[in-house]
């Protein structure tokens, strides 16, 4: 079974500043999908980046992007001129194709602060 | 696009009652959708995955005939949380899948059970 790591149960920043999280997962397939969700205080879940495994560029979108390393079975979110509104807890999951690219396996979270 | 209502938001149900939480596809045909349980500050774990027009695959370790499951058309799916107790309160998160390969997931709001 896939696991997804997230070793960061906290972390703060202050407005504008960068931010990494991290995030590894254990996984014998060589085809899936990488994701980090946001859960803001409203508890809605929302997609921040997405990364297919056979591409060896990093998802980049605005302020977010990724650095995955396959061989280290590693995928960091990088937050960029972090913003109040980037508080939330960030979830990393994994997608796999034995699954069918179906199911889900989330890590147990990051819950980022970030203050002015 | 791609919007999942989810209703209620929040319910409060007394002990032994049974609770319905619905879940629609707005705008697209959900062939699969997925609910999960989420307690305070904890990641979201897989309920069950729901197939329009069959039986619910439910998840090791969650109770079938507590947790009922019905997608009887592709944008509706409910659970059904029967003879609620206070252990049951969580907060419950429905998704559907519009798409194939990781690219069509989106989560509902999400409701908060709260069995007194």
């Known amino acids: 079974a896939q696991t997804v790591t997230q070793s960061q149960p906290e972390m703060s920043v202050q407005e504008a500043e960068t931010v990494t999280l991290s995030c590894t997962y254990d996984t014998s397939e060589n085809n899936y999908y990488l994701f980090w969700y946001k859960q803001p205080p409203s508890r809605q879940m929302i997609l921040v980046i997405r990364q297919e495994a056979y591409k060896q560029q990093n998802a980049t979108e605005n302020r977010f992007s990724v650095n995955f390393q396959k061989a280290a079975k590693s995928f960091s979110l990088k937050i960029s001129d972090s913003q109040l509104g980037d508080t939330a807890m960030y979830f990393c999951?994994?997608?796999?194709?034995?699954?069918?690219?179906?199911?889900?396996?989330f890590g147990k979270g990051t819950m980022l602060l970030v203050s002015p | 696009g791609a919007v999942v209502s989810q209703h209620p938001s929040w319910v409060i149900c007394k002990s032994g009652t049974s609770v319905k939480i619905e879940c629609r596809s707005l705008?697209?045909?959900?062939?699969?959708m997925f609910w999960y349980r989420q307690f305070p500050k904890q990641s979201l774990m897989l309920m069950a995955t729901?197939?329009?027009?069959?039986?619910?695959t439910y998840e090791q370790g969650v109770e079938k005939d507590k947790f009922l499951i019905n997608h009887a058309s592709l944008t509706l799916s409910t659970l059904t949380v029967t003879s609620a107790h206070p252990e049951d309160s969580s907060f419950y998160i429905c998704?559907?899948?519009w798409g194939q390969g990781g690219y069509g997931y989106t989560f509902g709001s999400g409701t908060r059970l709260t069995v007194v």
């Open positions: 729901s197939n329009e027009g069959s039986k619910a």
């Open positions: 998704s559907a899948s």
């Open positions: 999951a994994f997608m796999g194709e034995d699954s069918g690219y179906s199911t889900l396996t």
């Open positions: 705008d697209f045909q959900a062939t699969t």
